[in-house]
């Protein structure tokens, strides 16, 4: 295998830090190029289509709707010639890279649509594909019943499926009726990994979109039930990202500020930036309703940082696993409010040692090895 074409809806344009996903699926391009030749086709919000040259990597950039991919939805009707146009454009896109670059194996991040057009131009060429899942591809359009007759075909015709959750593994498995291989996502950043000792004032942070499923609004509840007694052990906290709660957020944090809290507010980060954060705080906070395992974890433990989680996904048995952190006892205010006080009276040092062993399971260099020997044997 020494030509591999990766087929995402998540590359990101920019370096701000708000396609999180895509910021994964693009180290794990820069990575798999230093040993193969890597191709990327992406869709994009703009009016014309572009083409990137890197080393040994080149990212194709096609028109879709002239907005992004998250905003169409198969189930609203309106929405259904912007989805069959950018369907038949990735489609015949997918092909032609396949045919000219003479390419041997195509990677679809994530199942739909771009398993969809890995399936079509892998059988048109006479190669193979393989997907892997995000949550959103099982939890939202596994519940359309025609989209999800599309979903089961592409995973049940791929080489080999991946899912970047354990619990999701079998959730796909359950869909296609065949093995799913749990494959963490992670992403290339760079951290000065330390621990503060002795510490008697604490550094929280938050980084994540400000959206109901990544519990934005539960961590606010959490901190206003906090009592002067809590928040004299508290240094500062950090409420770092951006979403469609920002009014929320905004509200909120100011509420907090005016009763003297030291909570501070900022918006969506480069890496650079978010190493930053991590490397300055003590904790960071995880207060999803609804998740698999975020980048944010992987980028925690690489700061050598333990988190807060609420208990949903993945994360319990994390935690459990490489005992890296603290739980709360359900998704709810009231628990998290409790598991920031219940943290003010424990040394994050306590966990770093789960915290390394976790930093080193989430290598990018790991991840892009495996799948490369994965690929390479005979089918």
Same mark, same amino acid.
């Given at each position: 295998?020494?030509?591999? !074409?990766?087929?995402?809806?998540?590359?990101?344009?920019?370096?701000?830090?708000?396609?999180?996903?895509?910021?994964?699926?693009?180290?794990?391009?820069?990575?798999?190029?230093?040993?193969?030749?890597?191709?990327?086709?992406?869709?994009?919000?703009?009016?014309?289509?572009?083409?990137?040259?890197?080393?040994?990597?080149?990212?194709?950039?096609?028109?879709?709707?002239?907005?992004?991919?998250?905003?169409?939805?198969?189930?609203?009707?309106?929405?259904?010639?912007?989805?069959?146009?950018?369907?038949?454009?990735?489609?015949?896109?997918?092909?032609?890279?396949?045919?000219?670059?003479?390419?041997?194996?195509?990677?679809?991040?994530?199942?739909?649509?771009?398993?969809?057009?890995?399936?079509?131009?892998?059988?048109?060429?006479?190669?193979?594909?393989?997907?892997?899942?995000?949550?959103?591809?099982?939890? &939202?359009?596994?519940?359309?019943?025609?989209?999800?007759?599309?979903?089961?075909?592409?995973?049940?015709?791929?080489?080999?499926?991946?899912?970047?959750?354990?619990?999701?593994?079998?959730?796909?498995?359950?869909?296609?009726?065949?093995?799913?291989?749990?494959?963490?996502?992670?992403?290339?950043?760079?951290?000065?990994?330390? %621990?503060?000792?002795?510490?008697?004032?604490?550094?929280?942070?938050?980084?994540?979109?400000?959206?109901?499923?990544?519990?934005?609004?539960?961590?606010?509840?959490?901190?206003?039930?906090?009592?002067?007694?809590?928040?004299? !052990?508290?240094?500062?906290?950090?409420?770092?990202?951006?979403?469609?709660?920002?009014?929320?957020?905004?509200?909120?944090?100011?509420?907090?500020?005016?009763?003297?809290?030291?909570?501070?507010?900022?918006?969506?980060?480069?890496?650079?930036?978010?190493?930053?954060?991590?490397?300055?705080?003590?904790?960071?906070?995880?207060? &999803?309703?609804?998740?698999?395992?975020?980048?944010?974890?992987?980028?925690?433990?690489?700061?050598?940082?333990?988190?807060?989680?609420?208990?949903?996904?993945?994360?319990?048995?994390?935690?459990?696993?490489?005992? %890296?952190?603290?739980?709360?006892?359900?998704?709810?205010?009231?628990?998290?409010?409790?598991?920031?006080?219940?943290?003010?009276?424990?040394?994050?040092?306590?966990?770093?040692?789960?915290?390394?062993?976790?930093?080193?399971?989430?290598?990018?260099?790991?991840?892009?090895?495996?799948?490369?020997?994965?690929?390479?044997?005979?089918?």
């Amino acid at each position: 295998m020494n030509t591999v !074409l990766l087929i995402s809806t998540s590359y990101p344009q920019s370096e701000d830090g708000s396609e999180s996903a895509g910021s994964f699926v693009r180290d794990f391009a820069v990575e798999l190029a230093q040993t193969k030749k890597v191709l990327v086709l992406a869709p994009v919000a703009t009016d014309a289509d572009t083409i990137e040259h890197a080393d040994n990597l080149q990212v194709y950039r096609f028109r879709g709707a002239g907005k992004p991919l998250s905003t169409l939805s198969p189930a609203r009707p309106a929405d259904w010639p912007d989805i069959m146009r950018i369907l038949y454009r990735g489609r015949h896109l997918a092909e032609q890279i396949a045919f000219e670059h003479k390419v041997d194996h195509i990677f679809a991040f994530w199942v739909l649509p771009s398993g969809y057009w890995a399936k079509q131009a892998a059988s048109k060429v006479g190669i193979d594909y393989s997907t892997w899942a995000l949550g959103s591809d099982i939890w &939202s359009l596994a519940n359309i019943p025609l989209v999800k007759s599309v979903l089961k075909n592409v995973l049940l015709d791929s080489r080999r499926n991946y899912a970047d959750g354990v619990r999701l593994t079998k959730e796909v498995e359950e869909i296609s009726k065949r093995q799913c291989d749990f494959l963490p996502s992670t992403r290339q950043i760079e951290i000065n990994a330390s %621990c503060r000792s002795n510490i008697r004032k604490f550094r929280f942070a938050f980084l994540g979109r400000w959206h109901p499923n990544k519990g934005s609004d539960l961590l606010l509840q959490a901190l206003d039930m906090l009592g002067d007694n809590d928040w004299e !052990l508290i240094e500062e906290l950090r409420f770092f990202g951006g979403g469609p709660q920002q009014e929320l957020v905004h509200a909120e944090l100011e509420s907090l500020r005016s009763s003297g809290r030291p909570v501070i507010q900022g918006g969506f980060v480069n890496k650079d930036a978010a190493a930053d954060l991590l490397a300055w705080s003590d904790y960071v906070i995880l207060p &999803s309703r609804i998740e698999s395992i975020p980048l944010i974890f992987s980028d925690t433990m690489k700061a050598g940082k333990p988190i807060l989680a609420t208990p949903v996904g993945d994360l319990p048995e994390l935690l459990h696993k490489y005992q %890296c952190g603290l739980l709360a006892e359900s998704c709810s205010a009231a628990a998290l409010s409790q598991l920031i006080r219940k943290a003010l009276h424990v040394q994050p040092s306590t966990f770093s040692e789960g915290v390394k062993m976790a930093a080193r399971d989430f290598s990018l260099e790991t991840i892009v090895k495996r799948y490369v020997s994965d690929i390479s044997q005979q089918p």
